[in-house]
């Protein structure tokens, strides 16, 4: 137990000083970490990421991992390369001509002010799994309710969803809790303002 | 030498029984291996195809692996992994506003018949860089000329291209070397007709 504590606290500080030193507070409500998390990874933290998930889902008999594409897939990969178990990343589109073959949900993005369908192959999809969703970022938790419905409209259950940074102060992590879902968020950020991050369990220190 | 030799073996093996075993020939021109490498993704196999590029690229002094959104990002992380260099995907866009911050490259899609632009952060890309590309498929290039025009831009080397599956049949393996890059494929399709997968090792022989 003690290990794990460190070890927790180990990607923890990884994650904080990444964003710190290279996250770019863009406004007060977008973060940019396109150098190690969504344009280019870095694949070592990556796969810390994957470890700390596996840690705090331990137990959870997880049969499939489900992520999004694109910036889901690197943690998603490392997830589920540490359960053994096989991913799957939805993809995004306009509009598609639906077929009795895919699993769609609607996902509004506020950030590109559009409405996406995402998609499942629905034999990638049984009703008895146990789904572990996996996404880089939280902030209005569109994506990850489009994702859990997926899983629901089959049958499958939802274990949990994992974050590598959520954005705290927008209604995401709260709505997906006030609906049953367990979420862990590895980094949780509180505020974006001055162009700088305070996150979660930070506020109020300084 | 023995023991490398074995293990190519291995991973050539494993990929060419998924091809057979799970491979869908919707056409003598496509190929639909979407449960384990395009939708949903076997993260063992893409760990143990990180390992083959690196053993076939090695002493190449890599400093960077490129690939392109989403379908290459799971073996591009695995083989970043095994480097512990910086992976960076290529956005795909139909159009976008230019900006000097950014490497753009247009790349005609056959399947989609459209063409998209490619898109790099030129922060991500330096002259000095040795750069390793990685796409999950190879059929006519023109991905990877995309990709490897991004790298030059900026006067960064292209060490080499490593495709998991090639259809070798099209001709963009044949026009990427005849352009000086060594391309490392690790199953090459001969022919995909009346519903089979021929591998080009094994054309002739049946």
């Known amino acids: 137990m003690a290990?794990?504590?460190?070890?927790?606290e180990k990607t923890m500080q990884l994650l904080k000083d990444k964003?710190?030193?290279?996250?770019i507070v863009l406004s007060e409500q977008v973060l940019k970490v396109d150098s190690f998390l969504n344009h280019q990874m870095d694949p070592v933290l990556m796969k810390e990421v994957g470890k700390e998930f596996i840690r705090r889902f331990e137990g959870e008999n997880i049969?499939?991992?489900l992520t999004i594409e694109s910036s889901g897939i690197a943690p998603?990969?490392?997830?589920a390369l540490e359960l053994n178990v096989p991913l799957i990343f939805a993809r995004k589109?306009?509009?598609l001509t639906l077929t009795e073959d895919i699993l769609v949900e609607k996902v509004y993005s506020f950030t590109k002010q559009e409405t996406n369908e995402i998609t499942v192959a629905k034999k990638f999809m049984n009703?008895?799994?146990r789904v572990l969703i996996i996404d880089d970022f939280l902030a209005n938790g569109e994506a990850a309710f489009g994702l859990a419905r997926i899983v629901e409209q089959v049958g499958a259950e939802v274990v949990g969803i994992g974050i590598v940074i959520e954005k705290a102060f927008q209604p995401g992590g709260r709505l997906l809790k006030e609906a049953g879902y367990r979420v862990e968020s590895l980094v949780r950020i509180g505020a974006l303002s001055d162009g700088q991050v305070t996150f979660a369990?930070?506020?109020g220190t300084n």
């Open 127 to 129: 009703p008895g799994d």
């Open 63 to 65: 049969t499939r991992v």
């Open 3 to 8: 290990v794990e504590g460190i070890w927790e």
């Open 76 to 79: 998603g990969i490392m997830t």
């Open 19 to 23: 964003v710190r030193q290279e996250g």
């Open 201 to 203: 369990d930070e506020e």
């Open 93 to 95: 589109q306009k509009s």
